[in-house]
């Protein structure tokens, strides 16, 4: 009995042996293997509301609600999405690489809330053998993904969860780094705290670099190394990743910085022979150490062996970006829109569509009518959600429903309008300012617009008495950047700073 147990253990050792030895075999001989059946990562997104019930019978007679919006004068005509919603592109894979501004403990340097100050695709097209390096400037203007509001785009993550839901702000900057990239898909990524940062860099030994700027403590009061070749560890490298106010101030460059320094340590890890412990180094600080992603063992030990083949000197670096522009007491980085098309061509082979949200004229459009206009739909959700959640179809009396059927009305007659108005704009992303005949259109839409929202609060009001008054309707407020703290137009509160 005892012989026949330990033969079964001789051949299990060898099962797993042989196991394990195929498994190497798949990694370093068919790397790509492993991303073959990339998903696109998950984000919570808010449903559009509906109805109770049709409304059309309740409505006076004549009165429909205005049709959809169409699209508007087919300009940009590039396909903004060109792959369809979030595809993959055969043979490359994008994993996004965030740092989120936070201590361990939670705490930030700047505002009260932590964001993701870096933002770094890495392009990885396993037909070529090449790499891509991407990053998305933090301060552009954009909209986001399944949700209301407009934000930077280092806020994305805190739309999605912040700190308390760490996966699910990291998807949500994923599926807004899809909209930027043109649609392709982003289905892997990396967050790391600051922490995080200084552990992975002191865990393989640090680096020698020859830096171009002298390198302070985060709270810049402290001299770390100064500028030339020397040896940096975790937080030497850390100074050099983040800096900026005491570097030029200019994000753009400290991106410039970081795609450096991410090419150098690449170069280190390889030329020291280290690529194959990145594995066991990740997995040992994946436990509640500041640092989070989606990929598993066997995918990061892949894409070590991908590395393996790569030359350092080859890796292509491109940033997303543009100028810092101040308007309504608001500061972005406004892209280079073509720049950003160019970039995806080379890296993808898409052709891609201009980003109207984050320019000049879209921003002018949202201060002047659009902020008010999402204010009103927004108070009308609302009051639509509360109806929808403390009663049926079949409790509501005639008047009632006569009340809610107008209101919807005025609701989609608003929404519609808007929609048209806001495609009209997009479609003159390219003007910083309008031309004459233009401003004369834009009158008339200021117009249909204010209309549609006086309708609208005479029937919201009305809808609200009916039903007793539940909700206080806030339909205008405010001044500046009152839009920011506005939970009716920006969905999640987030604190620019």
């Not at 042996?17 to 808010?46: C, K, L, N, W």
């Not at 097209?125 to 552009?140: P, Q």
Request: hydrophobic content about 40%.
């Amino acid at each position: 009995m005892r012989k026949k147990i330990f033969i079964i253990l001789i051949v299990l050792v060898m099962l797993t042996v042989t196991m394990g030895a195929y498994q190497i075999h798949q990694i370093t001989d068919r790397p790509e293997r492993y991303f073959a059946s990339a998903e696109r990562v998950q984000a919570e997104v808010t449903p559009a509301p509906t109805p109770l019930f049709d409304i059309a019978p309740y409505l006076p007679a004549g009165e429909t609600p205005l049709p959809a919006a169409p699209n508007q004068e087919a300009e940009p005509t590039a396909d903004p999405d060109p792959l369809g919603e979030g595809k993959p592109l055969s043979g490359i894979v994008n994993i996004a690489l965030f740092g989120i501004d936070a201590f361990r403990s939670g705490r930030t340097t700047s505002g009260t809330m932590p964001h993701t100050d870096a933002n770094l695709i890495v392009a990885v097209n396993f037909d070529t053998k090449e790499v891509s390096l991407i990053s998305i400037a933090r301060d552009i203007f954009t909209d986001v993904p399944g949700h209301d509001g407009f934000y930077k785009f280092n806020c994305l993550f805190n739309v999605g969860g912040g700190l308390q839901d760490p996966h699910g702000g990291l998807a949500l900057a994923c599926r807004g780094a899809e909209e930027w990239l043109g649609g392709v898909s982003v289905p892997y990524y990396f967050g790391l705290d600051f922490k995080a940062a200084i552990d992975v860099i002191d865990a393989i030994g640090g680096i020698d670099y020859d830096s171009e700027i002298d390198l302070y403590s985060l709270r810049g009061n402290k001299l770390i190394a100064c500028k030339g070749l020397q040896h940096l560890d975790g937080e030497g490298v850390f100074a050099y990743l983040r800096m900026r106010k005491t570097a030029g101030g200019l994000d753009y460059k400290r991106t410039e910085r970081q795609r450096k320094m991410m090419i150098a340590l690449f170069r280190k890890i390889k030329a020291d022979g280290q690529l194959s412990l990145i594995p066991n180094i990740l997995e040992a600080m994946g436990k509640g150490k500041g640092l989070y992603t989606n990929m598993s063992v066997p995918q990061i030990a892949a894409l070590a062996a991908f590395a393996a083949d790569i030359d350092p000197d080859q890796i292509r670096s491109y940033s997303i970006h543009g100028d810092m522009y101040q308007q309504y007491f608001w500061r972005y980085s406004m892209i280079d829109q073509q720049k950003r098309i160019d970039i995806l061509k080379a890296v993808y082979g898409i052709d891609a569509a201009p980003m109207p949200v984050d320019t000049v004229v879209y921003e002018k459009f949202l201060y002047d009518m659009g902020f008010m206009a999402l204010q009103h739909l927004g108070y009308a959700k609302r009051l639509f959600a509360h109806i929808h959640s403390s009663v049926s179809e079949g409790e509501m009396t005639e008047a009632q429903k006569q009340a809610y059927a107008q209101c919807w009305k005025d609701y989609e007659d608003l929404r519609a309008m808007y929609d048209q108005v806001d495609q009209w704009t997009r479609a003159r992303y390219d003007k910083l300012r309008l031309p004459v005949e233009d401003q004369n259109q834009r009158l008339e839409q200021y117009r249909a617009l204010g209309q549609l929202e006086r309708e609208l609060r005479t029937s919201g009001d009305a809808l609200n008495k009916a039903f007793g008054s539940p909700l206080e309707l806030k339909w205008t407020t405010g001044v500046n950047n009152w839009y920011l703290k506005d939970s009716v137009i920006n969905e999640v509160y987030v604190d620019f700073a």
